[in-house]
């Protein structure tokens, strides 16, 4: 498979803590994707990091990029009941017009 | 929000009926793509275009076929739906061979095909 895989599949917090998801993928890429899904809903775009990019911040995100070890991070920090979502990285399939999206990281954030 | 209609919303036929699903986005992008969503696939590209009656097929194509005939709209025809076709269908929008830019998603369709 082309997929990137997250992990873990689930994760489950308590408000205030900080949330940490893996992605791991096999080929080159130009950059990668994370993307959050509420239920019910469409996915919505989060954070795209260059393949020159290490880290990059939006607001409480925080996404990390390895290269070397063809991994990603998404960190989440004071996370918030209004969290909960599935998140998703996705790249671009061989520098294409199409995007390759791991199976996802399920995240509940207990009040 | 970017501007994506998906219609319909929800969607229950039966085995061998044909079943078209529209996506309409006001935004006026080159690029629109249709996925389906299922419990331990994730998402899955079936179709996509890249312009005007320009479209290309996904990891998932067979059974599908796609049509564009002016900007705003993509659809996504099931010509005899199968069991094996219930799932959340997802248009989306942008990226592009610009891979440095993001695609934005509508809000799904359920079919389900008894």
């Known amino acids: 498979s082309q997929q990137g895989e997250e992990d873990p599949q689930a994760l489950s917090i308590q408000e205030g803590e900080n949330a940490t998801m893996n992605c791991s993928y096999k080929?080159?890429?130009?950059?990668l994707q994370w993307y959050r899904q509420n239920s019910g809903r469409g996915l919505v775009h989060l954070i795209l990091?260059?393949?020159?990019?290490r880290e990059k911040h939006s607001g409480r995100l925080r996404v990390t990029l390895d290269t070397s070890k063809k991994s990603s991070s998404l960190l989440i920090t004071a996370s918030r009941a209004a969290d909960t979502a599935s998140y998703y990285c996705a790249r671009p399939q061989g520098g294409s017009e199409k995007l390759v999206f791991g199976k996802g990281t399920k995240l509940t954030v207990n009040p | 929000d970017a501007g994506i209609t998906q219609s319909p919303r929800h969607k229950v036929t039966e085995t061998g009926t044909p079943v078209t699903l529209r996506c309409h986005q006001t935004e006026n992008h080159r690029y629109m793509y249709w996925y389906r969503q299922d419990p331990g696939h994730g998402l899955r590209l079936i179709h996509y275009s890249y312009g005007v009656k320009d479209t290309d097929k996904g990891e998932v194509s067979d059974g599908y076929s796609v049509s564009r005939s002016k900007t705003e709209d993509f659809l996504l025809t099931l010509e005899s739906a199968t069991s094996s076709q219930t799932s959340v269908y997802f248009c989306a929008i942008g990226g592009g061979t610009d891979s440095n830019q993001p695609q934005h998603f509508g809000d799904g369709t359920r079919l389900s095909i008894l």
């Open positions: 990091i260059r393949s020159n990019e």
């Open positions: 080929t080159s890429i130009n950059n």
